[in-house]
């Protein structure tokens, strides 16, 4: 039995399958945001340095995390849509990027609010967060150029060529830390070495990555689907699905 | 148990303004933005309701049918 790998790269099939998995990465998000706040709460200790200001992290690091992750996704699925001219996969880029930029504007005042109390300013021009505010303005520039151009499939061009363009500066921000002396700390946890947290920190933290990633999941999902149902309207299955009223 | 009180929960050490600053505004982001896609849908679906009603109306009144 061939596996027919291009079967969901149909806008039809692929919004059944979509509507399919929503509810359940939505369940799986909201229970593990709620483990992730109990356990970053009332589990992790104080901090002997920062004392509670530290909770910060278990938004701030998920959120970092999620900004540079998602870009990566949205420029590959933008390449890919450029590459083979598949509308799915630029329709799929186009749904990234309003949460990219969520996340990356969740990570930007995140951290601001926890460097006020402990570096004393809300904003310094060190290279991690002028790097994280760059992707900001490079998320907002794709969404604001595809809105700019009115035929669906030339802003899908467009936006790929900003988003391959822009997607060097995610390792820009990841190895900020190391290549130049900034404010911002290193990375304490890394593929490479054992991460230098309090368990309990560390686990409330991934908890919480893993529910920011299961949300993102959903969330796209969802606009996916919306983003289908907007480009395909002409055709006869959405048309079906009006008629049948589960436009859903 | 990190918490006595309710009260120093929401102090937070001290650093209550910073971490529920940053808090409530993530649930801001989170809840607007599940709110945006509802409504990209909703309207999505008027437009459907439009064209669907507008369809009926040009059957319904064509003689030839």
Redesign the interface.
């Known amino acids: 039995m061939a596996i027919n790998w291009f079967k969901y790269s149909s806008p039809a099939s692929f919004y059944s399958l979509a509507g399919k998995m929503i509810p359940f990465f939505t369940v799986i998000a909201i229970i593990l945001l709620a483990a992730g706040l109990y356990v970053g709460f009332f589990v992790a200790p104080t901090d002997f340095q920062q004392g509670e200001a530290y909770r910060i992290i278990f938004i701030h690091v998920p959120a970092a995390w999620m900004s540079m992750f998602l870009y990566v996704v949205m420029a590959f699925w933008a390449g890919i849509g450029l590459a083979f001219n598949t509308r799915l996969s630029a329709m799929f880029a186009s749904a990234i990027a309003p949460t990219g930029a969520m996340f990356t504007f969740i990570a930007l005042w995140t951290g601001s609010l926890w460097g006020k109390p402990m570096w004393g300013t809300w904003w310094v021009w060190d290279a991690r967060l002028t790097s994280e505010l760059i992707l900001l303005f490079l998320y907002i520039g794709f969404m604001s150029l595809q809105a700019a151009i009115d035929d669906p499939r030339r802003a899908d061009k467009a936006g790929a060529i900003i988003a391959l363009v822009g997607v060097v500066n995610i390792p820009i921000i990841y190895f900020s830390v190391q290549w130049w002396n900034t404010l911002h700390q290193g990375a304490s946890v890394s593929v490479n070495q054992a991460p230098s947290m309090a368990t309990t920190m560390l686990a409330g933290m991934l908890i919480m990555v893993f529910a920011s990633w299961m949300y993102s999941i959903a969330v796209i999902l969802k606009r996916t689907r919306i983003i289908i149902l907007e480009r395909e309207s002409h055709t006869a299955w959405v048309a079906g699905l009006q008629k049948k009223g589960t436009v859903s | 148990?990190?918490?006595s009180n309710i009260s120093e929960?929401f102090s937070?050490?001290?650093?209550g303004l910073?971490?529920w600053?940053?808090?409530g505004?993530?649930l801001i982001?989170?809840v607007g933005?599940?709110l945006?896609?509802k409504n990209?849908?909703r309207t999505?679906?008027k437009?459907?309701g439009l064209?669907?009603d507008i369809n009926k109306k040009e059957t319904t009144h064509e003689t030839t049918s």
Do not use: D
Not at chain 2, 12 to 15: F, I, N, R, S, V
């Open positions: 148990m990190n918490w929960f937070m050490g001290g650093y910073y971490v600053g940053s808090y505004v993530t982001c989170i933005e599940i945006l896609i990209r849908h999505l679906e437009q459907y064209t669907h």
